[in-house]
Each structure stands twice: as C-alpha cells, then as structure tokens.
C-alpha cells in the first residue's frame, strides 16, 4: 500500500496482518527503483529500517520489490531473527528482468539458509501498459523451487517446513561461517 510521506511522497508500505486480521507490522521499502530509466524515488520516499513480524509462529522479514537485490537487507532480517522471507514485487518486464527476478529470489534463499515467499505481480494482457513478469514461487532453504506460479495468475498453498531450516542450517552451518566481521546486532 502507499501512505503519505513529506514532500508529497509516498511510502511503498508492506503491511503483516495476523490471521484475525490484527496488524502485526510494516516496513516501508528501502532500496527505491532507480534503474532501467525508472526514477522511483520521485514519488516515493524511502523507509530506513527492517522489519520482521511474526505470523503463525514463524518470523518473517519483509522484502519489497527492489530490495531484493541487496543481500546485506536480507542478511539484516536473518540477524534479526527471520525464519522467512516473504518479497513482495512488481517486478517490471524487460530483457533479463524475469531470470533476475528468479535468479535473485533463489540467492537469497541460498544465502541466507531461509525460506523465500517470492510473490511477483502477474500481468494483465487486457490492461494497455500490463507490468509484471508474475513467477510467484516458494523456494526452500536449499534454493530448490518448490512451487513456480508462472506468469499467469495463479493461487497455490505451500508448507512452510521450520524442521528443514534447521537440518538445512546443521548441514549447511554458512550463517556460523561468516569471518569478515561484517555482521549485525
């Protein structure tokens, strides 16, 4: 959603609602779409913390769009305590721009040893100027996809399996690994 910022800006708002419909938190989107000859930052302003909610027991950090491709933000939300990723996107058409939306999707699940809601906005074949490439995708610590949605609209329920988080990380212990210092409180 959008809500007012100074200047006559927005905020491109994620907002977490429980499943009684109670507000558990937002995050307003940090990194603005200055590329591909898009000027975001005209009309939105920029939100300047991460924000993990938690929902059903699992703790999930929150990604808008662009954000994505900044890993320190989603290593920021694993510090924090995310057990999930959930992204969500607009994710604009153009050459490259669908294996980019895929390709970093799958990095940050891999990286991060997390799972990746990835819900990419499908597009509208009737609509004029159609955005959106869609590819909505439920991608397990591993990185291995386990539901691509495809660029139609589509609806599918996945499982989110905390248990093979926590095989995955005993395994694959990259999280412990980190020797550059470079890490977060």
Known sequence: MFEPAEGGRVYNTAVALDRTGRLVGAYRKIHLFDSFGARESEIVAPGDAPVVVELAGLRVGLITCYDIRFP??????????????????AWGSGPMKEDHW????????????????????????????????????????????????????AVQV???????????????????????GITSS
């Open 102 to 153: 895929v390709t970093l999707a799958r990095a940050r699940a891999i990286e991060n040893t997390t799972w990746t809601v990835a819900v990419g906005q499908a597009p509208n074949p009737s609509a004029r100027d159609s955005f959106g490439v869609g590819r909505s995708m439920l991608i397990d610590p591993m990185g291995a996809v386990r539901h691509d949605l495809g660029p139609g609209h």
């Open 158 to 180: 996945g499982e989110i399996d905390p248990g093979l988080t926590e095989s995955v990380r005993r395994t694959l212990p990259s999280l412990e690994h980190r020797r550059l």
């Open 72 to 89: 320190e933000l989603a290593r920021q939300l694993v510090d924090q305590g995310a057990d999930a990723f959930a992204v969500i996107a």
